[in-house]
Nanobody
């Protein structure tokens, strides 16, 4: 059983930064996709950033240049560094992983294992 637990959310002023963490346990092989998604009130959940099996980073256009995804293999932890935050980044952020190959890694249906989310609020 794969367990995914996010942390690091909170409230920040516009222009500020946050780092989200995602601890993954229960699976001893490599993941084909590891990603971050977000869902704002009244909107669909969207892919934000992902790492594929080749450790290639993939970003949504809305966060390119501001967000950075990375992982610590030794700690089985995925990170999302977020900078220059705006109110448009306010959302529940979810971490997701999957071991199936051949996925784009930035679509909801690329993933079978999800965390419960961590809230990010950007407000003055």
């Amino acid at each position: 059983q794969v367990h995914v637990v996010e942390s690091g959310g909170g409230s920040v002023q516009p222009g500020g930064s946050l780092r989200l963490s995602c601890a993954v346990s229960g699976y001893i092989y490599r993941f084909a996709c590891m990603g971050w998604f977000r869902q704002a009130p009244g909107k669909e959940r969207e892919g934000v950033a992902a790492l594929n099996a080749g450790d290639i980073t993939i970003y949504a256009d809305s966060v390119k240049g501001r967000f950075t995804i990375s992982k610590d293999n030794a700690e089985n932890t995925l990170y999302l560094e977020m900078a220059s935050l705006t109110s448009e980044d306010t959302a529940m952020y979810y971490c997701a992983v999957d071991f199936r190959d051949g996925r784009s890694c930035l679509r909801n249906y690329d993933y079978n294992y999800w965390g419960h989310g961590t809230q990010v609020t950007v407000s003055s």
